[in-house]
């Protein structure tokens, strides 16, 4: 202890020296005619038992409405997130099939879900050699096709894959258990959701795989002196320069050159890095997302719901379009009408990417509503909350990439389409809604 301090129990800290012990004391011994009451009454234990249930009931904050379901689902991804990251060796074998197939000449496309397909086409992150599977232009023998399944689309999906691997084609499928066991598919990548499980849980552990072997991809690519081609986000300046220079290419020509990538490693990192953010967003966003669903639930119950735009790859399948609790808008399509349809004093909810849109941010601000911005925050920004907004951050990193691959000249795989999908379901959850 140095000199001139004494120790202090948490008893002695106290916001300007005040004793609210004593004050509550006084107040009640006050309210109810002195301490004389005061002691005859809590000479009994009972009273003392009595009084504290008392207290307790008016002390105790009220719970959170929709905060038991908010808690199991988060406990639900995080679960999810770790089976994935135990089960990173099933995915070397599938790699390594994919991987030859494409260093032989083959195409690479993706097939099934809808929302699923949109998260890995043309993605930052992602690699430019794939595709969507078009019914104008068939796949051909020696090709690769990742199918992702839901159980209710798995009739029709399964069927899918077996005439693809009768036309030759190299096919990976990428879904649940059903409720009678394992599919039976020669390539299956399990999700590790429950069969009863909403369409978006399924969704994110397929994105989950998605990411997690393309990861192994690149790295079985690697070992054979190959380095294939990823986007770059457009966020990052001069990205739209190098995808347009290396566009339509499957594999770099030796400039830039990754080095031999050993197994595991970059799906190692990747779900390392999905794990931080995620917990960075229960940490540190929860009680705006709270919030941000609460006031959600308020003005859809006093019929005045809130206005909801995003943009994202795999979002607009993912969002309930006829959702009581927004009305939905298509950044694509209406952008310009939030300025019309923005009611004086209304709400406006955007889930997007890289900072606050200033044009929609001025549509708001015209309309005197206030808004929550579901971003990545830029580091030049504002304090938006100056004018009562609220900004929840998705907590990745600028240029939407999560691993860095020896010798390659950017950040792969992206995580920002886990992050959107978590809060959006959280939210929704804690407006009361899911």
């Not at 009084?51 to 904050?61: D, N, R």
């Amino acid at each position: 202890m140095s000199k001139g301090t004494r120790s202090r129990s948490n008893a002695d800290i106290r916001p300007n020296g005040v004793d609210f012990d004593k004050v509550l004391r006084f107040k009640i011994a006050r309210r109810y005619g002195g301490f004389n009451w005061w002691q005859d009454q809590f000479a009994c234990p009972i009273s003392i038992l009595a009084f504290g249930f008392l207290l307790c009931a008016f002390l105790t904050p009220c719970p959170v409405y929709g905060s038991n379901e908010v808690d199991s689902y988060i406990k639900s991804v995080f679960q999810l997130v770790e089976m994935h990251r135990e089960a990173l060796p099933r995915l070397i074998a599938p790699a390594n099939a994919t991987a030859d197939a494409v260093t032989h000449g083959g195409a690479f496309y993706l097939a099934g879900d809808k929302g699923w397909i949109d998260e890995g086409d043309g993605r930052a992150g992602g690699l430019m050699m794939v595709r969507p599977l078009s019914a104008s232009k068939p796949p051909a023998k020696g090709d690769v096709v990742w199918l992702a399944y839901s159980p209710e689309s798995y009739g029709e999906d399964a069927q899918k894959v077996k005439e693809l691997e009768g036309q030759g084609c190299l096919v990976v499928a990428f879904g649940p258990k059903l409720a009678s066991g394992a599919p039976q598919f020669a390539h299956w990548i399990d999700s590790f959701t429950p069969p009863t499980a909403a369409a978006d849980f399924t969704r994110m552990g397929n994105i989950i795989s998605l990411w997690t072997l393309t990861a192994e991809v690149a790295a079985s690519v690697s070992r054979q002196g190959k380095t294939p081609a990823f986007f770059q986000s457009d966020s990052i300046e001069g990205a739209r320069e190098r995808n347009i220079l290396y566009r339509g290419l499957a594999f770099h020509d030796g400039v830039p050159q990754m080095a031999p990538i050993q197994p595991g490693d970059l799906s190692h990192a990747y779900v390392a890095f999905l794990q931080e953010m995620l917990k960075g967003i229960q940490e540190s966003e929860l009680q705006k997302i709270m919030k941000v669903g609460q006031e959600m639930s308020r003005r859809a119950a006093e019929g005045h719901p809130a206005l909801l735009m995003l943009i994202g790859h795999m979002m607009p399948s993912t969002v309930d379009h006829n959702s009581r609790l927004f009305r939905y808008l298509d950044i694509h399509k209406e952008r310009g009408d939030v300025q019309t349809q923005m009611p004086q004093g209304g709400y406006f909810v955007f889930l997007g990417y890289v900072g606050v849109y200033l044009d929609l941010w001025r549509y708001v601000r015209r309309a005197g509503a206030t808004a929550a911005w579901i971003v990545s925050p830029l580091p030049t920004g504002v304090g938006f909350g100056q004018w009562g907004d609220v900004v929840i951050d998705q907590h990745w990193r600028i240029g939407d990439c999560a691993v860095e691959a020896p010798g390659y000249d950017m950040r792969i795989l992206p995580p920002s389409g886990i992050a959107q999908i978590f809060i959006y379901e959280t939210l929704i959850r804690a407006a009361g809604a899911h």
